[in-house]
């Protein structure tokens, strides 16, 4: 997976992708938004937005950014706010979830839906999202993982060649992702039709720039 390769898979879809990837995984991303369960003023940033299928869902007392890597999936998210006058929806932008431009401790929940098998590198992208999160802040995720029923997973096997035609890893896995990225996973749940997909929700536990003790001075 590279940002090239995503890039075009997804300026494919973006006309067609609510028809085939809307109404399916839509139970998902109204469980993590609930799980969520945003405050009034809250900061929320949703990574790899899209074409904004998950922001009617969110209060409208809660303010949102949302950010993506294809300008043509954001054009369709645009449309979506205007339909659907969501005042509350701050900012969408083109951005590289992997090195995002917001400052350290941005947002008060930072939740990514469908995004960590689609990013080149994981692990650097639940870096970003630690790092704009404030710290007690919390990180939600939901994404479809290898599945450990043999005979599914073994068809996942077989289509991983064709992860850059498809736009994502099918073959990815959640013990791998939760080792790789160090991720504390307070909750793991079964989200969408047949458990297709789980819900991960782990809390921000970085501290912050002032409670980080500065380094002893030693005298050479």
Do not use: W
Not at 26 to 50: F, H, K, N, S, Y
Not at 67 to 80: E, F, G, P
Not at 124 to 133: A, G, P
Not at 197 to 202: G, K, R, W, Y
């Amino acid at each position: 997976m590279d940002i090239r390769a995503i890039e075009q898979a997804y300026r494919r879809y973006a006309r067609f992708y609510d028809v085939c990837f809307g109404a399916v995984f839509q139970p998902g991303r109204r469980a993590i938004v609930e799980t969520m369960d945003c405050a009034p003023g809250e900061r929320i940033l949703e990574v790899g937005v899209g074409t904004g299928l998950s922001l009617p869902l969110y209060p409208r007392s809660a303010r949102v950014v949302g950010i993506d890597i294809s300008r043509h999936m954001l054009d369709q998210a645009r449309l979506r706010l205007v339909r659907g006058g969501l005042a509350n929806v701050a900012e969408l932008m083109v951005m590289d979830a992997e090195n995002m431009a917001f400052e350290d401790d941005s947002f008060d929940k930072v939740v990514a839906m469908y995004v960590a098998s689609v990013v080149p590198d994981p692990k650097r992208l639940v870096d970003e999202m630690r790092r704009v999160c404030k710290p007690g802040g919390r990180i939600f995720m939901v994404n479809h993982f290898h599945s450990r029923n043999p005979v599914l997973g073994g068809f996942e096997r077989l289509l991983a060649p064709l992860s850059k035609q498809l736009g994502f890893r099918p073959d990815f896995s959640l013990d791998r992702f939760l080792g790789a990225t160090g991720l504390d996973a307070r909750s793991l749940r079964p989200v969408n039709l047949f458990d297709f997909s789980t819900l991960v929700e782990a809390r921000n536990d970085k501290q912050s720039a002032a409670e980080v003790p500065a380094p002893a001075f030693v005298a050479s």
